[in-house]
């Protein structure tokens, strides 16, 4: 089978998805509501496809079992304790629940844990570099997440403060408790993966797109048709750092090409 024929269903999957979002900041209460809703379990299918087609069952598997049970379970943990997260709990607007915790929360961080690994794999080969970077990429979304869904109402923390300048709402040590889960799921993810989610392969592109099309998007959603700012500038800075030299380092090849192309030429 060859690669478009493998990656098809997750390209179908991302242009339903980018539809979704971007109908997303012209819709309001319950509408927007559900479209938050399917734009989750439209990010999940892709990713987890794309991890089935690209990686095989192992890897499948592995994202499963790591970044949607173990995402519920860190949830489920943070409602009942206030560990890592700080103190906070769901409204009713994102679906049905089990133990407080919506059951679309654990998809959401799927959806996002697998182009940030994918993204990492094409950076660097060195295991704990790549941890890193995919964990960074990972809780930096959070910066655009978090905003974004405290002002819609959809959850609230009970003390939010200290918060980062202009992201009322938020506590910091929400963004910390991000972080150290993402490099846990991330270290997780590659014991569990091994091998298979260990090599980039020739079908990433879109998960890659939808890498790139997450931060572009979600900058000028949040400076132009959100109202919020800050958020934009903090995520465009901080996962800027994971999204952008991924950007360079699939550029820089087209660009060496194309210098030794014009000094070739007579």
Same mark, same amino acid.
């Given at each position: 089978?060859?690669? !478009?024929?493998? #990656?098809?269903?997750?390209?179908?999957?991302? %242009?339903?998805? %980018?539809?979704?979002? #971007?109908?997303?900041?012209?819709?309001?209460?319950?509408?927007?509501?559900?479209?938050?809703? $399917?734009? %989750?379990?439209?990010?999940?299918?892709?990713?987890?496809?794309?991890?089935?087609?690209?990686?095989?069952?192992?890897?499948?598997?592995?994202?499963?079992?790591?970044?949607? %049970?173990?995402? !519920?379970?860190?949830?489920?943990?943070?409602?009942?304790?206030? !560990?890592?997260?700080?103190?906070?709990?769901?409204?009713?607007?994102?679906? @049905?629940?089990?133990?407080?915790?919506?059951?679309?929360? @654990?998809?959401?961080?799927?959806?996002?844990?697998? *182009?940030?690994?994918?993204? $990492?794999?094409?950076?660097?080969?060195? +295991?704990?570099?790549?941890?890193?970077?995919?964990?960074?990429?990972?809780?930096?979304?959070?910066? !655009?997440?978090?905003?974004?869904?405290?002002?819609?109402?959809?959850?609230?923390?009970?003390?939010?403060?200290?918060?980062?300048?202009?992201?009322?709402?938020? *506590?910091?040590?929400?963004?910390?408790?991000?972080?150290?889960? $993402?490099?846990?799921?991330?270290?997780?993810?590659?014991?569990?993966?091994?091998?298979?989610?260990?090599?980039?392969?020739?079908?990433?592109? +879109?998960? #890659?797109?939808?890498?790139?099309?997450?931060?572009?998007?979600?900058?000028?959603?949040?400076?132009?048709?959100?109202?919020?700012?800050?958020?934009?500038?903090?995520?465009?800075?901080?996962?800027?750092?994971?999204?952008? @030299?991924?950007?360079?380092?699939?550029?820089?090849?087209?660009?060496?090409?194309?210098?030794?192309?014009?000094?070739?030429?007579?």
């Amino acid at each position: 089978m060859s690669a !478009f024929n493998r #990656i098809r269903w997750p390209w179908a999957l991302l %242009v339903v998805l %980018v539809l979704a979002q #971007i109908c997303y900041p012209l819709t309001g209460g319950g509408t927007r509501a559900g479209l938050t809703v $399917a734009t %989750v379990l439209l990010g999940y299918a892709m990713s987890v496809t794309h991890a089935l087609v690209t990686r095989g069952p192992r890897a499948g598997a592995a994202l499963v079992g790591t970044a949607t %049970v173990g995402g !519920f379970a860190v949830e489920a943990i943070g409602v009942a304790t206030g !560990f890592p997260f700080g103190t906070y709990d769901y409204s009713g607007e994102l679906g @049905p629940k089990l133990l407080d915790v919506p059951l679309i929360i @654990p998809l959401a961080w799927t959806w996002m844990a697998w *182009p940030a690994w994918v993204a $990492a794999t094409h950076l660097t080969k060195r +295991p704990a570099v790549r941890i890193a970077l995919a964990g960074l990429g990972l809780a930096a979304w959070d910066l !655009f997440l978090d905003p974004q869904m405290v002002a819609e109402g959809y959850w609230r923390w009970h003390s939010p403060t200290p918060a980062l300048p202009g992201v009322p709402g938020i *506590p910091v040590g929400n963004y910390l408790g991000w972080l150290g889960f $993402a490099l846990l799921l991330m270290a997780a993810l590659a014991y569990a993966g091994g091998r298979a989610v260990e090599i980039p392969t020739e079908g990433d592109a +879109p998960i #890659i797109t939808l890498w790139f099309w997450t931060y572009a998007s979600s900058v000028l959603a949040h400076a132009v048709f959100l109202g919020l700012p800050a958020s934009a500038a903090w995520g465009a800075v901080v996962m800027g750092a994971a999204v952008l @030299p991924l950007a360079a380092h699939l550029i820089r090849p087209h660009l060496i090409g194309r210098r030794r192309r014009i000094r070739a030429q007579p």
